[in-house]
């Protein structure tokens, strides 16, 4: 045991001197946390919206005066004709424009939007805030019955995100170049002899990077909770449960990079193209998986971070039980067990 933790301490030491691995390590969290939070951001806010009205009546300029009073719309100008409208779109000076009928003020109707369309998302959630407050002059959007997020604010959906992302990224990434490091160098074949197990030295190796990724799980949960304002609905022992076992498959899959790759460029790129790419593009954090093409709905399922990032935003989100994600939580231990195996398995072989 005390060579256990004396390989554990020199594991420790050597991330410690590093400053630009730790600069990375919780930096990376904070500015990435910082950037989804505020400036990376779908909540609708100060749409620049155009008029067009050729009847100044009570009835139209009610309405505008509700549109230029949410924080949601901006009004840029009133013009004449539509034609006008389209053009002050055309001219990046506007992002929307409603036009109103003659017979607005008696049946309440003939209202026409007008939207910049180069981000389709986008354009449907303004001409859905615009219709909700014309037609709805009693109640603000925020008073929408929406559940979970009555705000509608994309950090609800960001932090579930950025944690499957930047847990996995560095617990798989950083162990790889760890282990690879030492093949580098020599120094692996040094270690081998040592009278420790070659399996104690890698779960020695793997310690303080699980120790570093509970403090960044504790970084982000707090800068969720007291910087972003997102709740933590559900038990927190059961998202820091979940989290520990998710960590440990990013281990494992760092440890199964580490027997493939031979230098820490070669773990670095697979690192990379393996885990980076379909995190962003395939696991939800983005775009719904739903929304995909049935192909890549299939690649989407052996995605670790899918089942992560569902299971945290119903956890800290929804507020759910731990019975309400025991198909996720099934899910990433089996794929823990899975990897844990293969990647010993492979080192064994290796060593052989």
């Not at 990435?32 to 779908?42: C, K, R, S, V």
């Not at 959007?141 to 997020?149: A, I």
């Not at 972003?228 to 820091?240: K, N, Q």
């Not at 954090?285 to 995605?303: C, G, K, T, Y």
Request: proline content about 5%.
């Amino acid at each position: 045991m005390k060579q256990f933790l004396s390989f554990v301490q020199k594991e420790a030491r050597h991330i410690l001197r590093d400053r630009r691995t730790m600069l990375i390590l919780f930096g990376m969290p904070v500015v990435l946390m910082l950037l989804f939070g505020f400036a990376i951001t779908n909540d609708v806010r100060n749409v620049r919206t155009v008029v067009v009205s050729a009847h100044g009546d009570h009835a139209t300029q009610q309405v505008i005066d509700r549109l230029a009073a949410s924080e949601y719309f901006v009004i840029v100008g009133l013009v004449p004709t539509p034609t006008e409208a389209e053009q002050t779109i055309r001219n990046q000076k506007a992002d929307l424009a409603i036009i109103f009928g003659r017979d607005f003020a008696s049946k309440h109707s003939g209202v026409q939007m007008m939207v910049d369309g180069s981000d389709p998302n986008m354009a449907q959630q303004w001409t859905s805030y615009a219709t909700q407050t014309i037609l709805n002059p009693s109640a603000s959007l925020v008073n929408r019955k929406m559940l979970y997020n009555p705000q509608m604010r994309s950090a609800y959906n960001f932090v579930p995100a950025i944690m499957g992302m930047l847990l996995m990224l560095i617990c798989a990434m950083m162990t790889s170049i760890s282990i690879v490091r030492e093949k580098e160098r020599g120094t692996m074949e040094v270690l081998l002899v040592s009278p420790v197990r070659p399996l104690m030295m890698i779960v020695a190796k793997a310690v303080p990077y699980l120790v570093l990724a509970l403090g960044i799980l504790a970084i982000i949960l707090l800068m969720a909770r007291f910087v972003m304002d997102v709740p933590l609905a559900g038990s927190l022992f059961w998202i820091v449960g979940i989290s520990l076992i998710y960590i440990l498959l990013a281990l494992s899959l760092g440890l199964l990079i580490s027997s493939v790759a031979k230098t820490q460029l070669v773990a670095l790129l697979l690192s990379a193209m393996v885990l980076l790419m379909p995190i962003v593009m395939l696991s939800g954090m983005l775009f719904p998986i739903e929304s995909m093409p049935r192909v890549l709905q299939w690649v989407s399922a052996i995605i670790p971070p899918r089942y992560f990032i569902a299971a945290m935003r119903k956890l800290m989100i929804m507020g759910v039980g731990i019975g309400d994600v025991l198909r996720e939580a099934g899910i990433l231990l089996a794929m823990t067990i899975a990897l844990l195996t293969l990647a010993l398995a492979k080192f064994n072989n290796r060593l052989e």
